[in-house]
T-cell receptor, first 110, second 112 residues
Framework: GEDVEQSLFLSVREGDSSVINCTYTDSSSTYLYWYKQEPGAGLQLLTYIFSNMDMKQDQRLTVLLNKKDKHLSLRIADTQTGDSAIYFC??????????FGAGTRLFVKA | DAGVIQSPRHEVTEMGQEVTLRCKPI?????LFWYRQTMMRGLELLIYFNNNVPIDDSGMPEDRFSAKMPNASFSTLKIQPSEPRDSAVYFC??????????FGQGTRLTVV
């Protein structure tokens, strides 16, 4: 069935890199996404990657996709306290239906 | 554009009452989504529309839930009658393609 899994917590020091990992199950997924949610707010689209790509970089964000292992990661370089939030991995499973993971709560220590 | 606008931001109602949540999508976006977020179940897609037509409502939990999109700039999600287990944050989102959706701030619903 369709499922997206991610670890629940990650703690890093300010200035270090953060790597948030995700696994998905639908091999036919065409788009995969990373969203950020701050307290009391909606989800903010950070980036997406199309399934025929291995990597996508956008300023401090790097997305890596391993289709063979159905593994997606988000790397945040030079993590700042403002990056503290919940990060959701999501996959587009057909049409416009999108399945979200449970979210990884990132703690950034000053 | 002001983004996706939802109202109200918070709603507290008594069990059995009707609740109506409202959403204004981003102008030009022809896809609109309703999601529910709870600690136990995470983020669930309830229903989505394309050009005001419901495409997939398989996530709507039961007949107490209904959603409409009378025009391109407005949608409602109604719960009648409401129950305590409906307490959650309800998000509306819109998009114009599959490169990701834009979410509203959400409506926090508490049914007592």
């Amino acid at each position: 069935g369709e499922d997206v899994e991610q670890s629940l917590f990650l703690s890093v020091r300010e200035g270090d890199s953060s790597v948030i990992n995700c696994t998905y199950t639908d091999s036919s997924s065409t788009y995969l996404y990373w969203y950020k949610q701050e307290p009391g707010a909606g989800l903010q689209l950070l980036t997406y990657i199309f399934s025929n790509m291995d990597m996508k970089q956008d300023q401090r964000l790097t997305v890596l996709l391993n289709k063979k292992d159905k593994h997606l990661s988000l790397r945040i370089a030079d993590t700042q306290t403002g990056d503290s939030a919940i990060y959701f991995c999501a996959e587009n499973t057909g049409g416009f239906k999108t399945i979200f993971g449970a979210g990884t709560r990132l703690f950034v220590k000053a | 554009d002001a983004g996706v606008i939802q109202s109200p931001r918070h709603e507290v109602t008594e069990m059995g009452q009707e609740v109506t949540l409202r959403c204004k999508p981003i102008s030009g976006h022809d896809y609109l989504f309703w999601y529910r977020q709870t600690m136990m179940r995470g983020l669930e897609l309830l229903i989505y529309f394309n050009n005001n037509v419901p495409i997939d409502d398989s996530g709507m939990p039961e007949d107490r839930f209904s959603a409409k999109m009378p025009n391109a700039s407005f949608s409602t999600l109604k719960i009648q009658p409401s129950e305590p287990r409906d307490s959650a944050v309800y998000f509306c989102a819109s998009s114009s393609d599959r490169a990701g959706a834009f979410f509203g701030q959400g409506t926090r619903l508490t049914v007592v």
